[in-house]
Every structure is written in structure tokens, then in C-alpha cells.
């Protein structure tokens, strides 16, 4: 647990960094472009090359060692933050460089992201990966309350090029962090036995697990229709709140919206999750979540959208832990890397098709619908309002529903509603 909680605080300060620099640049293609479409291409350009990379990530992480894959992530991370700072000084900076940065970190965080998960089944006993997932969603959540305000107030003071030496300095940290400890490596006659195989075949043997059980199959399924609603209208809460306010207030409803995942983070690490109520406590959740999405479109009003933001990101931890605490308490230690890697590329392979479909819907639909003189303007813009930004809160009321249908859907499969208790564990006992 020392090895875990040292990783846990270089991971928390480098996140941190990345999410200053994220927030200073969301502001700024937004600024420059004042387009939902070119805005969500910089959220494409972070997601799109995780899913492709996964398949091999996987099996990288499983054939390599897990805290050197960290090591090289971070440090093509910070090189990507050098890049765009030095880009910006000497006013060179656009949006495709913007992207192709993107590119270059993502593929690495894909090899990172496995790897901190896979090891940490090996650093935490098994009855402490509940609380162990909590911390490191309090670790998230804290960022998201921190890093908004942080970086509006670093803006005002040192401008964009001094946030982005905060984000390389807080790197340097946490690959400090890394090279300071060392991983306990998995069994090696279960690593071998899975290198008997071609390269491909060991590509296809998380999928196969996976598929050859109905339960987590599901699972998977419904995590990724889950991300596509959440990644409709995650990249459209920049432009909704900057239509009726600005960036600083942007800044206090993302922080706000943090402390409620830090709320439901530390409730969760408290109380836990009882035995064999992980799943109907992810579909709970889930639905509540739902709510608040069709909440935060109801009205023009920053107090409705800050307290539906509180509620959304309070359900957060609620629904991701007990799903991933079920995989890794479900698949054995040796394939982990390959399990989780495809876990996270249905994940983000569905979060860069809600952003790819997100942007032109909201520009050249939703929004023209619900203009003062736009088709639905009589109808729907009646209870809603009108006017800039009331296509983008028409969006999230419709994506709530969907969310909802979905919830109640994946909740009437047996497999995946019985998953806990017919699917034995994996992980030993006295691990």
C-alpha cells in the first residue's frame, strides 16, 4: 500500500498539470474558433488514438514492466507540454498542432492508463481495491475542483505559457515518483504460458476472455453506450456555460462539479460497496446521473447548471469503481493489461463518436432549432427557452432520456444483472 499511495500522489500532481494545461487550452480553441465542431476535434484528437492503440496496449502491458510503461508515458506527456509552450511563445500555435500534440500524449496515456490498473491488483489486497479505486477517483475528483480554479486564476497572473510550465514542472514529479519505487511483477509461468501464441492471437486473448464470459461481456457493452450519451454532451458543456457566462464562472461550475465527485468519492471509500451490490449500485447511479443530465438543460440559469454539475459528478465515482473493481476483481493478474485495455478502448472508441456526432448536431441543428425565430422556438422553446446555448441544453435533455433507456435495458439481462454472483472471482482471498 506505501508503493501504491507513492504512485497514487505522482499521478494526482501530473494529472493535475494536464488538467490546468486542458482547461487554459479548451478555453482558448474555443475563444479562437467560437465552433462546437473544431472545439470537439480537440477532444477527438485525445480519444480516437486510445482506442486504436488498446488492442496493443494490452499486450504490451502485460509482456513489459508496468512502471517503465508509466516512466515513458509521462515523459512523452511533458515533451507534448514543451511542445505547445514553445509553439505558443513564438506565436506559432494552432489548432491542428494543438491536436497532433493530442495524438502523441494519448497514444502513450493508453499504455499508461492499463498499466497503473493491472498494477495496482498487485499492490493492493484484493478487500482493499474498493477503497484503494475511491482514493484514486478522490484523486480525480480533487483535480477537478483544484485544477478549474487554478488555472482561470493562473491565466489572469502568468497567462497560458506559465500554466504550461506548471504542467511540465508537475511531470518532472511524477515520474520522480516512479523511478522511486519498484512494482511487484506478476507470476512468471502464467506470463509465458500466454507467449506460446502469435502476436495476434495474444492481441485477441482479452476479447476472447472477455467474450467467453456473457456477464462482462455486458458490462462492456453497456460501459461503452453508457461513454457515447456522456460524450455527447461532455463536449458541449464549454460552449453551454460560455453562451451565458464567462470563462471565470465556467471555472467555478467545473470546480463545483468537482467537489461533488470528491463528496461521492469519499462516501464511497468510506462505506464501501456491499458484497454482490456492485452492479445494481453502477445502474442506480447511472440513472441518477441521468437526472442531472436533463437538469442542466432545462433553463438558461448557472445555478440550475451548477447544482445539476454537483449531482452529475457526485454519481460519478458510484458508477465507475464498482465497474472497475468487478474487472479486476474478475480477471486473473497475468491478462489484465489485455482485459483492460480493451475495456478502455469500447470506452473511449464510443466517447470520440458522441464528440465527432456532438459538434455538428449542436452547430448546424440543435442550436438553428432553437433560435428566436428557429423551428422548435414555439414549441419547446416555450418551457425551455430560446437563444444561444438552448440547442446545446435541448441536447442534454434528450441524451438524459437515452441514458435512462439504457440503464433500464442493460438492468433486464440476467447475465449481466447476476454477473457478481455467478461469475466466480479471480483474485484469491488473502489477496
Given at each position: ?54 488492442p ?17 508515458s ?28 493530442n ?36 484523486g480525480?475528483?480533487?483535480?477537478g ?13 502568468i ?37 506460446q501464441?502469435s502476436?495476434?492471437q ?31 454532451v ?5 460552449p ?25 468519492s ?16 453502477m445502474?442506480?447511479f ?29 454519481c ?15 480477471v ?12 478502455r ?43 444561444p ?8 435533455i ?34
Amino acid at each position: 500500500m506505501k508503493v501504491f499511495f507513492i504512485v497514487w500522489l505522482g499521478r494526482f500532481l501530473s494529472l493535475l498539470g494536464s488538467r490546468l494545461t486542458g482547461f487554459a487550452l479548451s478555453v482558448w480553441v474555443y475563444q479562437n474558433s467560437e465552433s462546437v465542431t473544431l472545439f470537439s476535434l480537440t477532444a477527438l484528437s485525445t480519444t480516437l488514438p486510445a482506442v486504436l492503440i488498446s488492442p496493443i496496449a494490452g499486450l504490451l502491458v502485460d509482456r513489459w514492466d508496468r512502471r517503465w510503461i508509466m516512466i515513458i508515458s509521462q515523459i512523452v506527456a511533458s515533451l507534448r507540454t514543451l511542445a505547445i509552450f514553445f509553439l505558443l511563445i513564438s506565436h506559432h500555435l494552432a489548432l491542428w498542432q494543438i491536436c497532433l500534440a493530442n495524438v502523441a500524449a494519448s497514444t502513450f496515456t493508453s499504455l499508461q492508463f492499463p498499466a497503473f490498473l493491472s498494477a495496482s491488483t498487485l499492490l493492493v489486497p484484493k478487500q482493499y481495491l474498493t477503497q484503494a479505486m475511491s482514493i484514486t477517483q478522490i484523486g480525480v475528483s480533487a483535480n477537478g475542483i483544484i485544477a478549474p480554479m487554478m488555472a482561470g486564476a493562473l491565466l489572469v497572473t502568468i497567462q497560458m505559457h506559465g500554466v504550461l510550465l506548471v504542467d511540465f514542472a508537475t511531470f518532472i514529479v511524477g515520474i520522480c515518483t516512479l523511478l522511486a519505487v519498484k512494482f511487484p511483477q506478476v507470476a512468471p509461468a502464467a506470463t509465458e504460458k500466454l507467449k506460446q501464441g502469435s502476436f495476434l492471437q495474444e492481441m485477441g486473448y482479452g476479447w476472447q476472455y472477455v467474450k467467453a464470459r456473457p456477464g462482462l461481456l455486458g458490462l462492456l457493452v453497456f460501459y461503452a453506450f453508457r461513454n457515447f450519451l456522456l460524450g455527447l454532451v461532455s463536449v458541449l458543456t464549454v460552449p453551454l456555460v460560455l453562451s451565458i457566462a464567462s470563462s471565470d464562472v465556467l471555472g467555478r461550475i467545473l470546480a463545483i462539479s468537482g467537489v461533488g465527485m470528491l463528496m461521492g468519492s469519499l462516501v464511497l471509500a468510506k462505506r464501501g460497496v456491499p458484497k454482490h451490490h456492485y452492479i445494481i449500485t453502477m445502474f442506480g447511479f447511472n440513472a441518477l446521473a441521468a437526472v442531472a443530465m436533463i437538469t442542466v438543460g432545462l433553463r438558461s440559469s448557472i445555478p440550475l447548471v451548477t447544482l445539476s454539475g454537483f449531482l452529475l459528478f457526485f454519481c460519478v465515482p458510484f458508477i465507475n469503481i464498482p465497474n472497475q473493481v468487478i474487472f479486476q476483481r474478475k480477471v486473473p493478474a497475468h491478462i489484465q493489461g489485455r482485459v483492460f485495455a480493451l475495456r478502455r478502448a469500447f470506452a473511449t472508441m464510443a466517447l470520440p463518436l458522441g464528440y465527432v456526432v456532438s459538434g455538428p448536431l449542436a452547430d448546424r441543428v440543435f442550436e438553428p432549432l432553437m433560435l428566436p425565430n428557429g423551428f422548435l422556438a414555439g414549441s419547446i422553446g416555450t418551457l425551455i427557452g430560446v437563444g444561444p446555448g438552448r440547442g446545446i441544453g435541448l441536447m442534454f435533455i434528450i441524451t438524459g432520456c437515452l441514458t435512462l433507456f439504457v440503464t433500464l435495458a442493460a438492468y433486464q439481462y440476467p447475465r449481466l444483472r447476476h454477473l457478481e454472483i455467478e461469475l466466480p472471482d479471480a483474485i484469491p482471498d488473502d489477496r
